[in-house]
């Protein structure tokens, strides 16, 4: 049984995406190449692939927060130093905009029929505000 709970980094497909990314050198490139892959499908998306960029578009909220809750993400974050730079940030939010796209998505589609859509999308609202709060 895999992981999935309502959190962006309680999911198999978050826990895949941060190991990809702990690979690579370019970490805000990595962070970018992975949401620029979703934001590039305009069919359907399945779920693995929209928790994997939700999950790098909460890091790069996570980095502007100055602070996660989640251990997981906080360790990685220690781990991967990187400036959020004005595009890392515009990607980011246009991955949580088509992540809570109804009927677009499988990920929302999944939350949506559990009644919990709602939850769901308040887990990423600090990330959203963090990543539309220009300093």
Known sequence: ????D??????DGALDALGDL?????????LALTMREILAQEDYVEAP??????????????????SEPNMIATKWLDRHP?????????????TLD????PDDNELYDL???SGAVAQWLDTLAPYRQALTTKP
Not at 56 to 62: F, K, N, P, T, Y
Not at 98 to 101: Q, Y
């Open 22 to 30: 702990d690979q690579m050198e370019d970490v805000p490139g990595g």
């Open 1 to 4: 049984m895999g992981a999935w």
């Open 111 to 113: 939350w949506d029929e």
């Open 6 to 11: 309502i959190g962006p980094f309680d999911n």
């Open 82 to 94: 990187f400036t959020v730079t004005d595009s890392l940030r515009d990607l980011a939010l246009a």
């Open 49 to 66: 692939e929209l928790s994997e960029a939700v999950a790098a578009a909460c890091l790069v909220g996570a980095r502007l927060i100055g």
């Open 98 to 101: 088509r992540a809570a796209r």
